[in-house]
């Protein structure tokens, strides 16, 4: 579609035709996914990060008023929104994140070997958030190894091990209590 | 992709007409055109200083009112830019606040050379950065408003503008009406502050211009 025809849809969409906003829309979204599955990993963040863009280009659309083209000022939004996206994810993995020196030396330890056995805490451990709860039953059910784990998970090794880690704490806790 | 297509139509099935907002050229005509009644207002209440006459002969006076202007205006189209996702097109022009501010820096640096030996400093000091904050409030708080009815994409920058829009109005008034030429005293209690202000703008853009 022509960059007048955008601008034109948009006219109307102002106007309140809801047709021709529904199609700019869809337009939109046909040409921003290929912009953002450049930009994110999953497929499913690219629909989150879509559907933010689609609720903001509807709360900011009267800053558009036809007098320029349409396409830079929609993916203005759309680079905003994807670095809110960015700021979020990245600023809550910095959140979670673990001091290396807090588990420098279970780093050392073979996580696969434990004292206690996996049917004696399966309780608590299916309890435990999703992947950990998957990671804990690879290693202590199936006898994986952090590095097996890694790979059928599609993680570093490294990960698999502060993820063990973290919920050897969790567990730790809960047994405790 | 269906749940796209979900959001699509809910948000088509709101469509209601909007009125487009008004053209930030429009919008930087009317805050300068603001900024300029709430000077001479305050000048009206506050009278201006006795010696303003033989001021406006310095050229050093007029080059320092003049860039202080400019620096007003510029950072009010800045803002009225940035308050559209896409800067209006206009990217560029966002940035001349930064070409006023040097402007300004140039000819602050003659006025401190040419204040030799140094005019007699006031006796008040904090006073004037006081007032001068005090004065702001009002356009600043009518400036944010504006800018909140829009959708900023560098929040940040729109709220440093906006706040030196408004401390700025405030420092032309003060400049017109306090008596003194000590370049010293103007320099520490009228303009650096402007620094701290611009942090504070920062600040504040990217809280009250979220959305």
Known sequence: ??????????????????QSYAELLRETTRFLKPYLSLRLREEHEVDDVLQEILLSIHKARHTYDGNRPYKPWAYA?????LQDHFRFHYGDYLRQAVELSEIEESLAEPVTENAFSYESIRGEIERL????AVILTLIHREGCTAREVAERMGMKESAVKVAAHRAYKLLRKKLEE | MESIEDLIESLA????PVRPARNPF?????????????VFFALLISGHRNDLAERLHSPIFIAEMASLVFMVCSAALSASLLSFPDLYQRGRIVYLPLLSAACFAVVMMVAWRLDNPPSPLPVHSYQCTLSIALLSL????SIFRSLRKNASTHAGWAGVNAVLYAFGTGAIWLRLEEATNSIAHVLEWHYLPMLLVGIIGLWLGKKLLKW
């Open chain 1, 77 to 81: 939004i759309a680079k905003f929104r």
């Open chain 2, 138 to 141: 009002l356009p600043m708080f």
């Open chain 1, 129 to 132: 958030p999703e992947k950990q």
């Open chain 2, 13 to 16: 099935g709101d469509a209601e």
């Open chain 1, 1 to 18: 579609m022509k960059e007048a025809d955008l601008e034109s849809l948009m006219g109307k969409a102002l106007e309140g035709d809801r």
């Open chain 2, 26 to 38: 429009l919008t930087w005509l009317k805050w300068t055109g603001m900024a300029a009644a709430y």
